[in-house]
């Protein structure tokens, strides 16, 4: 061994030897263990709640963004070990480095108190899917349709064009809009002087002809609810059915204009509340 590292025109020492073969071991070790974590979360889609068999590019996104960000903080915990395993090694005092360490984080810290706080909350909105790229949702008053999400900020595209861009760790509420299903909802008043019952068959009937026209948009069959509440010069009355996200507005232009030209052919009479 001796001859071997000489041959390099190195000095060889055994005092220094052991230590350098302990700091390249850990080194080595701490490699392998990251890459054992990351060939692990390559796999991660296949654990990730609510996961189909085959992978969707949303599922794959967040596996792929979890999986970065576990391995950058693994990278960041190897290298500061290293540095402090190295300076003990070779002898260097470690409470001044620890001090110095202190400080620097301490004032990090300090300026750095919301940075740190949505990228927390980024990384839990990533990892338990509350919502995703492409979701409609409503955050902090805002409505609008997800474009970006990092570990920071989430972007929305508002239905009229502008972006808002909310920071993640001022997120205390979140409704998404667009997950599963929505309900279409009409709401309309006829004169009091008009038979319920004839009304309610009328509005059955647009219903089921609806569901079977626009099927791929409407997920059950429509329903009329009943008397939503008596009005001064008439009767509010609602019907509702379940529909395929994104396609509530859709659902109800339509609907409504099926039930105008329904009761107008009928002679029923719709009143302004």
Not at 186 to 195: C, F, G, I, R
Request: glycine residues 10%; positive net charge.
């Amino acid at each position: 061994m001796q001859q071997f590292v000489e041959s390099f025109g190195v000095v060889y020492s055994p005092d220094l030897l052991k230590p350098l073969l302990r700091i390249v071991s850990l080194y080595f070790v701490g490699l392998i263990t990251l890459k054992l974590v990351d060939s692990g979360l390559r796999r991660l889609i296949s654990i990730v709640p609510g996961s189909a068999a085959a992978a969707t590019p949303r599922l794959e996104r967040r596996a792929e963004t979890i999986r970065h960000i576990v391995r950058s903080f693994g990278r960041a915990i190897l290298g500061t070990v290293l540095v402090f395993y190295i300076a003990a090694e070779l002898g260097f005092p470690l409470g001044g480095l620890l001090t110095t360490a202190s400080i620097a984080g301490l004032a990090i810290g300090f300026g750095a108190q919301s940075l740190v706080k949505d990228v927390i909350a980024g990384f839990f909105v990533l990892l338990e899917d509350q919502y995703g790229v492409g979701d409609s949702v409503r955050i902090a008053g805002l409505e609008g349709v997800v474009e970006e999400m990092t570990l920071r900020v989430t972007v929305l595209r508002a239905g009229s064009g502008e972006i808002h861009v909310v920071p993640n760790g001022t997120i205390q509420t979140v409704s998404v809009l667009s997950r599963d299903w929505r309900r279409a909802v009409v709401d309309m008043s006829v004169a009091h002087k008009e038979e319920l019952g004839r009304v309610f068959a009328i509005l059955a009937k647009v219903g089921d002809q609806l569901a079977k026209d626009m099927s791929a948009d409407v997920l059950d069959a429509p329903t009329v609810t009943g008397v939503e509440k008596l009005v001064g010069i008439g009767t509010k009355v609602r019907v509702g059915a379940r529909v395929k996200p994104m396609r509530q507005s859709a659902v109800e232009y339509e609907w409504r204009r099926r039930i105008k030209e329904a009761f107008d052919k009928e002679g029923v009479q719709l009143v302004a509340e």
